[in-house]
């Protein structure tokens, strides 16, 4: 079982805004504001979309945003867009310096 | 063109070696950290191991701790994955990646190769 704990999976229609939840379920990486996000299509390589908790790197959407709340860190995603459709996870760094993802949430664009 | 490109997979019987090499283009390599991650077939993604820019620090999962081994050639811009005694549970695709910082710490990884896969199996 993984530290972080994501839902299976979230839905929205285009335009709508939707929220990924990642929460710690062990004080290890709680308490590190070093919580990334990845985007994965099919087939295709992994996406950096969010690091830091909330800094987006150069060239992804604005759409795109992160916060973090206690142990939880949130990936919020708004104009929902077809293209969105994908697996995200949540990453964050530990005190036993080791990085852990999270299962993963599945986004389906009605 | 920023770029890496894995190579080395294959199918291998349990308890053999395998590396893994990843070959950076387009980017000044020595300036980076870089890690594995891997995905086994239907999984989510598992952070393997991670190495600084001058391979001064280095981290592994506890999954793979002892038995793998990560090193870089900055002369040859390449990243390496020494992996030995080799389970079932290794079996994934694994993904080379660079990190956005230097040092190997906190990895944030901005550019992915598109893997090599590693079969264990009998």
């Known amino acids: 079982q993984s530290a972080l704990t994501q839902p299976a999976s979230v839905s929205g229609s285009p335009g709508q805004s939707i929220t990924i939840s990642c929460t710690a379920t062990s004080s290890d990486v709680g308490s590190y504001n070093y919580v990334s996000w990845y985007q994965c299509h099919p087939g295709k390589a992994p996406k950096l979309m969010i690091y830091d908790v909330s800094n987006r790197p150069s060239g992804v959407s604005n759409r795109f945003s992160g916060s973090k709340s206690g142990n939880t860190a949130s990936l919020t995603i708004s104009g929902l867009q077809a293209e969105d459709e994908a697996d995200y996870y949540c990453s964050s760094y530990t005190i036993s310096s080791t990085l852990v993802f999270g299962g993963g949430t599945k986004l389906t664009v009605l | 063109e920023v770029q890496l490109v894995e190579s080395g997979g294959g199918l291998v019987q349990p308890g053999r070696s395998l590396r893994l090499s990843c070959a950076a283009s387009?980017?000044?390599?020595?300036?980076?950290?870089m890690d594995w991650v891997r995905q086994a077939p239907g999984k989510g993604l598992e952070w393997v191991s991670g190495?600084?820019?001058?391979?001064?620090?280095?981290g592994y999962a506890d999954s793979v701790k002892g038995r793998f081994t990560i090193s870089r050639d900055n002369a040859k811009n390449s990243l390496y994955l020494q992996m030995n005694s080799l389970r079932a549970e290794d079996t994934a695709l694994y993904y080379c990646?660079?990190?956005?910082?230097?040092?190997?710490?906190?990895?944030?990884?901005?550019?992915w190769g598109k893997g090599t896969t590693v079969t264990v199996s009998s």
């Open positions: 190495i600084s820019w001058n391979s001064g620090s280095t």
């Open positions: 990646a660079k990190d956005i910082g230097r040092i190997y710490r906190n990895p944030r990884m901005d550019v």
């Open positions: 387009g980017f000044t390599f020595d300036d980076y950290a």
